[in-house]
């Protein structure tokens, strides 16, 4: 059993989750608008992802006998410069979930909270490979600039990301 306090900060970051899966959905409908078919595909799959990011949530909390809050989200930006600007406040974004899964660590470790602390620990491996990920592409696309041709590649390359559910993760299908 989790405290009610952890319960409510597990909560918060569960529909943070939620909303991650939307802005991503979102940016792959506007890389598709932009004639970057690559780059919507890689956006759909990041969505697919939070989705499971979401899920896990869910299902911790719901294992802990916690109760889910589900509060209405925001409204997400739908409109970008280029794919780079994407792919910035994409990192700006996985900074922020980054930090809020650090600081729901913070709190187990003070709570004594070992099984919240074990399950955290996944996602803070998954946050540097977000991470990681995202300052690549930006890497390229600040190389090759504005040039048609070289954005073109890059989004050839984003069309090869596949969704792969880890093992035993709920939406695996």
Known sequence: MISKKMSDSLNTHMNLELFS???YLVMSSCANE???KGAANWFFVQYREEMIHFMKFYTYLTDQGA???MPASKALPNKYKSLLDMMQKTLAHENLIT?????????????????TQIFLQWFITEQIEEENNDRDLIAKLKLVGDTGHGILMIDSEMAQRVFVAPVGSPLAV
């Open 99 to 115: 930090a809020c899964i650090n600081e729901l660590t913070e709190q187990a470790v003070q709570e004594k909270d070992h099984a």
């Open 67 to 69: 109760v889910i809050a």
């Open 21 to 23: 899966a939307h802005l």
């Open 34 to 36: 932009m004639g970057l």
